[in-house]
């Protein structure tokens, strides 16, 4: 089943790796007061590191916004063609993630967000909140809590030894939680001057 996403307000950017015909990827509707509007009825994946002997599925290479991420679902880690993303093409997609940072530990990118909780408990819930996410994706963070209170997310693909899209859209979901009431009154109130 295909999203659409209206084309006047659509927050994707197509870089051209080959010619496709235009019809095939935009769908006309009529809106209520009869003037018609075109949308996107498909969106395509991005290919990062296919094999040689591989084609690419679509005639387009895709960014994703954070909102698209939030809309997609991982796909299994165990796949042939999943390769660890290029440090160019993470660059590009961590804009789309609010307060998560792109780190470089032992030549694997990571994704990493901080936070501080107002308790140990408060923390273990945390915990379980993206937990719940997690399995939800079949994707799993590595998730630590130091100094009672202190919690550091990593997510990047173990199998890859990288990042894939799966990271991103994972994160983009850990993003949406309503976590607010779990972290501390000051990082709460510095987080919300941000948005």
């Given at each position: 089943m295909s999203t659409l996403f209206p084309c006047s307000q659509s927050p994707l950017r197509l870089i051209f790796k080959a010619k496709v015909p235009f019809p095939s990827l935009f769908h006309t509707i009529s809106r209520s007061h009869g003037r018609p509007m075109s949308r996107i009825t498909g969106i395509c994946w991005e290919h990062v590191g296919l094999p040689s002997t591989r084609k690419p599925l679509s005639g387009?290479?895709?960014?994703?916004?954070?909102?698209?991420?939030?809309?997609?679902?991982?796909?299994?880690?165990?796949s042939n063609d999943l390769r660890p993303m290029t440090e160019d093409a993470a660059k590009r997609l961590i804009r789309e993630l609010v307060d998560w940072n792109l780190v470089n530990e032992d030549s694997k990118l990571k994704l990493r967000r901080s936070l501080k909780v107002k308790s140990f408990l408060k923390g273990m819930d945390l915990f379980q909140?993206?937990?719940?996410?997690?399995?939800?994706?079949?994707?799993?963070?590595?998730?630590?809590?130091?100094?009672?209170?202190?919690?550091?997310?990593?997510?990047w693909t173990h199998a890859v030894g990288g990042l894939t899209e799966n990271d991103f859209i994972l994160a983009s979901k850990i993003s949406k939680l309503d976590v607010h009431h779990l972290l501390s009154r000051k990082v709460s109130i510095s987080s919300q001057h941000d948005c």
């Open positions: 387009f290479r895709m960014l994703c916004t954070g909102e698209d991420l939030t809309t997609k679902k991982c796909v299994p880690c165990n909140l993206i937990a719940e996410v997690a399995e939800a994706e079949g994707h799993h963070p590595d998730l630590h809590l130091v100094g009672w209170n202190n919690v550091t997310i990593e997510i």
